[in-house]
């Protein structure tokens, strides 16, 4: 198994390289990775279930010596890589019939492999080159369309990543002066500024909370596959570092778990009033991050049914006649593709039969008192915000390539077949609360919501303002850490 991880790691990255060689190949390259990683990520379950153990014992991969890289799969890990696996399947399904260059798939599949280092890295400076080249790799894909447009929200993208990655590398070394130690674990007794400004840099990279506010902006105006790339897994690469320290250290679990709330309110306030479609997802991918946050212990299963729902959705809204609601409203959608939006829209609102219920109920039974009424708001928010979509007119016949549908296919399909992960959610008790939750948010969207017109300022998504709330973000992290 050693050998095996080592070689899932390596293998993108080769081929990321192979494929200017073998151009003409470019999409099966890009498919075989995708599908070498769904295969890894069922190889972990597996193993993991056939422990017999509650808790089993991770895979631990020590190179070089001590201070080289460590790398940890778990279960916790596998849900983020098989999340990885099947939106990167989806996205080169989607683009088969577009003719996209052999430059945007190995892009795609550097930014999978790094994607999935993250997501294994149990080492601070290993994460940092990890979160760098993902980084690197999403900046050349927002980039790709070459429009004045995309350049700029790329460099924006990229500047205040790399700004953010600073801190948290100069973070990291604070840690190992203290500890001697760049694991995870050498948080502990590291001096606050250490755990401020790596947390800082985290929660940037992650889109959470007002410093992950880039994030609107960015998903909505890239291309929709790369949109589906971005709020399906990239974000999920800052977050998982936090998940992973809040279950490893308790004394950071509740700053985590109060980012979480904040992110999720947050988020959501936004997608409530957004009119924009692409805009409202991207708002509410905020939002959903605090989600997976807020409850550390079971993050892996809703970042899943998360990924595949909001790349879904990405794919989906793309393939609408416009990005207007308001618009939306007197158009006639095609009928399969108004199907395929109000499934997936009622999955993320935590209908019955989909994922995002068992995710939701599984998620709510680890809040915390203090945590409980938030987000039952931040979830009543989800229901108004995902009715403007459920309550679009169909009837159209607008022409769907067939990558579309493959895409679209696989991934209402994955939000299906990972219903049975938690099929102890469906009591009575369990299966009434988020009902009546989606049926009050459907009668506050058509009595104030529908004719609600708010346009909420942006001066918040500003670039010098990004820059700025990196550093009163850091100066509260470090008051956190004090206390």
């Known amino acids: ?10 293998l993108p990255f080769f081929l990321g390289f192979i494929v200017f060689l073998l151009p003409k190949l470019d999409r099966y390259l890009a498919l075989v990775v995708g599908l070498v990683s769904s295969g890894y990520a069922a190889l972990l379950f597996a193993q993991q279930n056939a422990s017999g153990n509650p808790t089993p014992t991770p895979l631990t991969l020590q190179l070089l010596n001590n201070f080289g890289v460590t790398l940890v799969v ?18 080169i399904f989607y683009c088969w019939e577009t003719g996209k260059t052999a430059f945007f798939y190995a892009q795609t599949i550097i930014l999978h492999g790094s994607v999935n280092a993250a997501f294994a890295c149990a080492d601070f ?3 940092y080159v990890a979160l760098e080249v993902s980084g690197i790799a999403a900046f050349l894909l927002i980039a790709y369309p070459r429009s004045d447009r995309s350049i700029w929200v790329a460099l ?40 401020a400004l790596m947390f800082m840099g985290l929660l940037v990279k992650g889109g959470v909370f007002v410093s992950g506010l880039w994030l609107p902006l960015t998903h909505s105006e890239s291309e929709t596959p790369v949109s589906a790339l971005l709020s399906g897994v990239v974000v999920k690469a800052g977050v998982y570092p936090l998940v992973r320290c809040a279950l490893t250290l308790e004394e950071v679990d509740p700053i985590v778990r109060m980012f979480g709330v904040g992110t999720a309110l947050l988020g959501v306030f936004y997608a409530v009033f ?19 946050l807020s409850a550390p212990a079971v993050g892996g299963f809703y970042a899943l049914t998360h990924g595949l729902v909001k790349a879904a959705l990405f794919l989906i809204a793309g393939s609408l006649p416009s990005r207007n609601f308001k618009e939306l409203q007197l158009k006639q959608i095609n009928t399969p593709v108004w199907i395929a939006l109000v499934l997936a829209s009622f999955s993320i609102s935590g209908f019955p039969m989909l994922s995002g219920f068992g995710a939701k109920v599984l998620t709510t039974k680890n809040f915390l008192p203090w945590q409980e009424i938030a987000m039952n708001v931040a979830a009543l928010g989800t229901a108004i915000s995902f009715a403007k979509f459920i309550f679009l007119p169909p009837g159209g016949h607008e022409e769907v390539k067939l990558g579309f549908w493959v895409a679209t296919i696989l991934l209402l399909g994955g939000l299906m077949a990972a219903n049975s992960v938690y099929y102890e959610a469906y009591t009575f008790e369990n299966i009434i609360k988020p009902l009546a939750t989606i049926a009050v948010g459907w009668v506050a ?7 609600t017109v708010l346009k909420l300022p942006r001066l918040l998504e500003e670039f010098d303002n990004l820059i700025g709330f990196m550093s009163l973000i850091s100066i509260l992290l470090f008051w956190l850490a004090l206390a």
């Open 445 to 451: 969207y058509f009595l104030i919501f529908r004719r």
């Open 1 to 10: 198994m050693s050998e095996l991880t080592i070689v899932w790691i390596a």
């Open 156 to 195: 924006r993208y990229l500047f205040v990543s790399n700004t953010a990655m600073l801190f948290y590398l100069v973070g990291a070394v604070l840690a190992y002066q203290t500890s001697h130690t760049f694991a995870f674990s050498g948080l502990r007794g590291a001096p606050p500024e250490a755990l």
């Open 74 to 91: 778990d279960q916790l890990s596998a849900f983020f890589i098989l999340t990885n696996a099947l939106v990167t399947i989806a996205v």
């Open 125 to 127: 400076i290993s994460l």
């Open 274 to 292: 957004e009119k924009d479609t692409k805009r409202m997802l991207a708002f509410h991918t905020v939002s959903q991050l605090g989600f997976i």
